[in-house]
């Protein structure tokens, strides 16, 4: 064990295991986390090559072979509880994509929540056994996120009472979804529906693409790989060519919206119901976002500790890097930030299994406000999260440029969340559709309930710009419930100057669309301070749970350190609506710095508290024990292009070059 390390670990005020047990949720959760990680690190046939070392073909062959085994301990151990087995998955592929992700995450429950009970009967446990493997081809080459502007067509002929499905173009080619490539034999295709001469818009289809024996494909489906990606290695992200293929009538789910036999069509109850899969998708980006980032941190400020370099004054030994200020104000703030994502993600799970509920009751009434939040938090969290793992590499100097430090992979396989499930800006969007709508709601007198009522608020009806002096600021920046509620009025008054900005726009004659476009960078803005507020606001709630003071004393620092390093840096926002004034903002900057100095004896501890597996963490400069440099030479040393002390390069090309010159 590094000596520098140990000594952190000594300097920690809190117990780091009960800290644990609040981030899993509760000692149950650890205990059975570290079982199921025990189980898989402990299992030879888990064991890997670094795909650092190997070639694409390599990595998905070798991820292959793991997911299959994995299927089979699933079922041995009879691990069937959805969290128990993503938990299990993350340890066989650690917190890396693999090609049985969209089987497992979309086609198994898209099937749950859409198909009827004989489609069950027919689907369902041919795909748990895996004779069906699926995937979810919603994606095109020339749309994405605007499913409205999706181009396959399923067309019902009521002749064979099967649906024809088409790709009438190159841009409707289906592109991106993971597993389709080379993996999957079946997928869900999201097409146009067209019955009877009209469209009824997006309904999801089950189409057999490859032949259940031979895997080969099937007559009219051009199915393939697309190429290498910036990440992904392992996942054979597809694309499907659709020419004339015929499924029976019995292939749409029809749970909810349903086509009879001569094509009537049958509306579903509600629009918003095949919304359940994308809301939950989403939350579990947030709970990513908040682990990707917990681990570039664990791994950064590990290093920082072991790591010393130059000098703070002259003759005295080299500090360790996290004793320098800077290093602090890099670091710090994103552990606070991974901590606040942390909540939000336990929240977003808790809110959605609450809500689902309801849904299944036939009870919509708080969908619309889960779908904006989901939208919104996945947004501002991967944005969020994808600067800051760069940030942590950066930290780290030349040697978080290797892959050995596990930064770079974090990263490659994290950026995407920024763009699937939704784009960001148009996620954004959604949520800012969502606030102006209910902006406009309490402006008509309506009462709102949930997370939005603080637009009801009658101080936030009509904000003038004004001097600073004729709004006196009472702002503690020491009390974070003070520091919520100036979040809180900075998110109003930024959804209103949003809702003004468009009403503005339409006084002059613009249409709708025209008025909303040309306010949009003002309502991703809105979107983005609702967030803000809502992450402060939940973390701010969890301290209220916390019943250890050690503990409740150091998530404190840390809210506190992550409301204000958010002010700091949206500080135009604040000063501009008289939230805060001038002296105010410096006092802030001064009390960060005390913050970070708070903080830095229990740096290690906290990220500790994360509680990541070696085997998960991956990487040689944020191993548990600080044993850097010695391990960085081994991993080195097994680098393919060592496998011979003269590559045959020099032979071909050098020693020839020689005697031509």
Same mark, same amino acid.
């Given at each position: 064990?590094?000596?520098?390390?140990?000594?952190?670990?000594?300097?920690?005020?809190?117990?780091?295991?009960?800290?644990?047990?609040?981030?899993?949720?509760?000692?149950?959760?650890?205990?059975?986390?570290?079982?199921?990680?025990?189980?898989?690190?402990?299992?030879?046939?888990?064991?890997?090559?670094?795909?650092?070392?190997?070639?694409?073909?390599?990595?998905?062959?070798?991820?292959?072979?793991?997911?299959?085994?994995?299927?089979?301990?699933?079922?041995?151990?009879?691990?069937?509880?959805?969290?128990?087995?993503?938990?299990?998955?993350?340890?066989?592929?650690?917190?890396?994509?693999?090609?049985?992700?969209?089987?497992?995450?979309?086609?198994?429950?898209?099937?749950?929540?859409?198909?009827?009970?004989?489609?069950?009967?027919?689907?369902?446990?041919?795909?748990?056994?895996?004779?069906?493997?699926?995937?979810?081809?919603?994606?095109?080459?020339?749309?994405?996120?605007?499913?409205?502007?999706?181009?396959?067509?399923?067309?019902?002929?009521?002749?064979?009472?099967?649906?024809?499905?088409?790709?009438?173009?190159?841009?409707?080619?289906?592109?991106?979804?993971?597993?389709?490539?080379?993996?999957?034999?079946?997928?869900?295709?999201?097409?146009?529906?067209?019955?009877?001469?009209?469209?009824?818009?997006?309904?999801?289809?089950?189409?057999?693409?490859?032949?259940?024996?031979?895997?080969?494909?099937?007559?009219?489906?051009?199915?393939?790989?697309?190429?290498?990606?910036?990440?992904?290695?392992?996942?054979?992200?597809?694309?499907?060519?659709?020419?004339?293929?015929?499924?029976?009538?019995?292939?749409?789910?029809?749970?909810?919206?349903?086509?009879?036999?001569?094509?009537?069509?049958?509306?579903?109850?509600?629009?918003?119901?095949?919304?359940?899969?994308?809301?939950?998708?989403?939350?579990?980006?947030?709970?990513?976002?908040?682990?990707?980032?917990?681990?570039?941190?664990?791994?950064?400020?590990?290093?920082?500790?072991?790591?010393?370099? !130059?000098? #703070?004054?002259?003759?005295?030994?080299? $500090?360790?890097?996290?004793?320098? &200020?800077? /290093?602090?104000?890099?670091?710090? +703030?994103?552990?606070?930030?991974?901590?606040?994502?942390?909540?939000?993600?336990?929240?977003?799970?808790?809110?959605?299994?609450?809500?689902?509920?309801?849904?299944?009751?036939?009870?919509?009434?708080?969908?619309?406000?889960?779908?904006?939040?989901?939208?919104?938090?996945?947004?501002?969290?991967?944005?969020?999260?994808?600067?800051?793992?760069?940030?942590?590499?950066?930290?780290?100097?030349?040697?978080?440029?290797?892959?050995?430090?596990?930064?770079?992979?974090?990263?490659?396989?994290?950026?995407?969340?920024?763009?699937?499930?939704?784009?960001?800006?148009?996620?954004?969007?959604?949520?800012?559709?969502?606030?102006?709508?209910?902006?406009?709601?309490?402006?008509?007198?309506?009462?709102? !309930?949930? #997370?939005?009522?603080?637009?009801?608020? $009658?101080?936030?009806?009509?904000? &003038?710009? /004004?001097?600073?002096?004729?709004? +006196?600021?009472?702002?503690?920046?020491?009390?974070?419930?003070?520091?919520?509620?100036?979040?809180?009025?900075?998110?109003?008054?930024?959804?209103?100057?949003?809702?003004?900005?468009?009403?503005?726009?339409?006084?002059?004659?613009?249409?709708?669309?025209?008025?909303?476009?040309?306010?949009?960078?003002?309502?991703?803005?809105?979107?983005?301070?609702?967030?803000?507020?809502?992450?402060?606001?939940?973390?701010?709630?969890?301290?209220?749970?916390?019943?250890?003071?050690?503990?409740?004393?150091?998530?404190?620092?840390?809210?506190?350190?992550?409301?204000?390093?958010?002010?700091?840096?949206?500080?135009?926002?604040?000063?501009?609506?008289?939230?805060?004034?001038?002296?105010?903002?410096?006092?802030?900057?001064?009390?960060?710095?005390?913050?970070?100095?708070?903080?830095?004896?229990?740096?290690?501890?906290?990220?500790?508290?994360?509680?990541?597996?070696?085997?998960?963490?991956?990487?040689?400069?944020?191993?548990?024990?600080?044993?850097?440099?010695?391990?960085?030479?081994?991993?080195?040393?097994?680098?393919?292009?060592?496998?011979?002390?003269?590559?045959?390069?020099?032979?071909?090309?050098?020693?020839?070059?020689?005697?031509?010159?």
């Amino acid at each position: 064990m590094n000596p520098d390390i140990t000594r952190e670990r000594q300097n920690a005020t809190f117990d780091v295991e009960k800290l644990t047990h609040i981030l899993d949720g509760g000692n149950e959760k650890t205990k059975r986390r570290r079982e199921i990680e025990a189980m898989v690190f402990s299992d030879p046939d888990f064991k890997e090559e670094d795909p650092n070392f190997l070639s694409r073909s390599e990595r998905y062959d070798q991820a292959v072979k793991k997911s299959a085994q994995m299927i089979l301990k699933l079922r041995e151990y009879g691990i069937a509880d959805p969290e128990e087995i993503y938990c299990y998955k993350n340890c066989v592929h650690p917190d890396r994509p693999e090609p049985f992700d969209l089987h497992l995450g979309m086609f198994l429950p898209t099937l749950l929540n859409q198909a009827t009970p004989e489609q069950m009967d027919r689907f369902f446990m041919p795909a748990w056994n895996l004779e069906i493997i699926g995937t979810y081809a919603q994606t095109e080459m020339g749309h994405g996120t605007h499913l409205r502007g999706l181009e396959t067509t399923a067309t019902y002929d009521p002749a064979t009472q099967e649906f024809v499905l088409n790709s009438p173009t190159v841009s409707s080619i289906k592109w991106w979804p993971g597993g389709l490539g080379k993996t999957s034999n079946h997928a869900i295709v999201l097409a146009q529906l067209y019955t009877q001469g009209n469209c009824h818009g997006l309904h999801a289809f089950i189409v057999p693409i490859r032949d259940l024996d031979t895997h080969v494909p099937l007559p009219g489906i051009v199915v393939g790989d697309i190429g290498p990606k910036f990440g992904f290695s392992e996942v054979d992200n597809g694309f499907l060519k659709l020419e004339n293929v015929r499924i029976p009538r019995e292939n749409m789910l029809m749970k909810f919206a349903k086509v009879e036999a001569d094509g009537t069509y049958l509306k579903p109850p509600s629009a918003k119901l095949t919304y359940g899969t994308m809301v939950f998708i989403r939350s579990l980006i947030v709970g990513e976002s908040a682990r990707a980032l917990s681990k570039s941190c664990t791994i950064a400020i590990r290093y920082s500790s072991v790591r010393h370099q !130059s000098e #703070i004054r002259p003759g005295d030994p080299e $500090p360790q890097i996290l004793d320098y &200020q800077t /290093q602090q104000y890099k670091l710090l +703030p994103l552990l606070a930030m991974a901590y606040a994502f942390t909540f939000v993600g336990q929240y977003m799970r808790q809110t959605y299994h609450r809500i689902s509920g309801d849904i299944t009751e036939g009870d919509f009434s708080e969908l619309p406000e889960l779908h904006a939040l989901s939208a919104g938090l996945k947004a501002f969290t991967t944005w969020a999260t994808n600067s800051a793992i760069e940030v942590c590499r950066m930290s780290c100097g030349g040697h978080g440029y290797s892959r050995s430090s596990g930064l770079p992979d974090i990263y490659v396989e994290f950026t995407p969340t920024c763009t699937y499930e939704g784009e960001n800006t148009v996620m954004m969007l959604q949520t800012a559709r969502y606030l102006v709508k209910s902006y406009r709601q309490a402006q008509a007198g309506q009462q709102l !309930s949930g #997370i939005v009522s603080y637009l009801n608020d $009658p101080k936030h009806q009509r904000v &003038q710009p /004004q001097p600073v002096a004729g709004r +006196p600021t009472v702002v503690d920046i020491n009390d974070l419930a003070s520091l919520v509620e100036v979040f809180k009025q900075r998110a109003a008054i930024l959804v209103e100057l949003a809702a003004k900005s468009i009403q503005q726009e339409l006084h002059h004659g613009k249409s709708q669309e025209d008025a909303w476009n040309n306010s949009a960078i003002d309502l991703v803005r809105a979107s983005d301070a609702h967030c803000h507020y809502v992450v402060v606001k939940l973390f701010t709630d969890k301290l209220g749970e916390v019943s250890d003071t050690a503990i409740h004393s150091v998530l404190s620092t840390l809210a506190l350190l992550y409301a204000l390093h958010g002010i700091t840096k949206n500080s135009g926002d604040f000063l501009q609506a008289g939230l805060l004034n001038v002296p105010q903002v410096l006092q802030i900057s001064n009390r960060i710095k005390e913050l970070l100095s708070q903080l830095r004896p229990n740096a290690v501890a906290l990220v500790d508290a994360f509680d990541f597996h070696d085997k998960r963490l991956k990487s040689v400069l944020g191993r548990y024990d600080g044993n850097v440099y010695e391990n960085l030479f081994e991993w080195a040393r097994r680098s393919p292009l060592n496998s011979t002390e003269v590559h045959e390069s020099f032979h071909k090309y050098l020693k020839p070059l020689r005697a031509k010159l």
